[in-house]
């Protein structure tokens, strides 16, 4: 079983609408949350970390977590073609064996012009 | 201020031969992670040093794999005896504390031919 799950997509929106991409993971011991984007053949770069239950926002983007229902989500507001990319999900915690970060296997985004 | 910096940016190496690959945190950032990416794959937890101390090197792959942090700063991964499995992207990041924003490098590609 997989513990970060991700629709692997291609989600598909039209330019300006909303993206709207989900995670969940299984494992309660979990602390806190990073979604990155990864453009093909580089390397991921952070767009929003959370660790309280809630929303946070930082200009485009928002991320919702819901401890009680083990879900993580990322809205991008007036999604830009250069959007385009592959959104990796991300839980670290103190976990069977110590510490990790567990990345669900990405959704890829087509933003359409 | 400067990211986190990874050497070599490509390795081609021979299967068999050993391997070493550093990385450099961002400055002030005490913890340091490991990651691998294979081909269109999600991203594998290795490795993770907080600080001077000893690391948990249960996520490692096999006892080919080790991994050591001089100083709490610099890390070198080290792959003995390199196998066609190997190859991959490998990554490093850093963060300030355990639970917080981690930053990545922009990866080492290994081929092992």
């Known amino acids: 079983q997989k513990e970060v799950e991700q629709n692997s997509g291609p989600l598909s929106v039209p330019e300006g609408a909303i993206a709207s991409l989900n995670c969940t993971y299984s494992?309660?011991?979990?602390?806190?949350f990073f979604w990155y984007r990864q453009y093909s053949g580089k390397s991921p770069e952070l767009i929003m970390f959370i660790y309280s239950n809630g929303d946070k926002e930082d200009g485009r983007f928002t991320a919702q977590l819901n401890k009680a229902s083990q879900y993580v989500s990322l809205l991008i507001r007036d999604s830009q073609p250069s959007d385009s990319a592959t959104y990796l999900c991300?839980?670290?915690?103190?976990?069977?064996?110590?510490?990790?970060?567990?990345f669900g296997a990405g959704t890829r985004l087509f933003v359409k012009a | 201020g400067a990211g986190v910096s990874q050497s070599p940016s490509n390795k081609v190496t021979e299967k068999g031969k050993d391997v070493e690959l550093r990385c450099d945190p961002i400055?002030?950032?005490?913890?340091l992670y490991w990651y691998r990416q294979s081909l269109g794959q999600g991203l594998e937890f290795l490795i993770y040093f907080q600080g001077n101390s000893a690391p948990d090197k249960s996520g490692l792959p096999s006892d080919r794999f080790s991994a050591e942090r001089t100083g709490g700063s610099v890390s070198t991964l080290t792959i003995q005896r390199t196998q066609q499995e190997d190859s991959a992207v490998y990554l490093c990041?850093?963060?300030?504390?355990?639970?917080?924003?981690?930053?990545f490098g922009p990866g080492t590609r290994l081929t092992v031919t």
């Open positions: 494992d309660r011991g979990s602390q806190s």
């Open positions: 991300a839980a670290s915690g103190l976990y069977t064996g110590g510490f990790k970060t567990i």
């Open positions: 400055s002030g950032h005490t913890a």
């Open positions: 990041a850093s963060s300030f504390g355990t639970f917080t924003e981690q930053y």
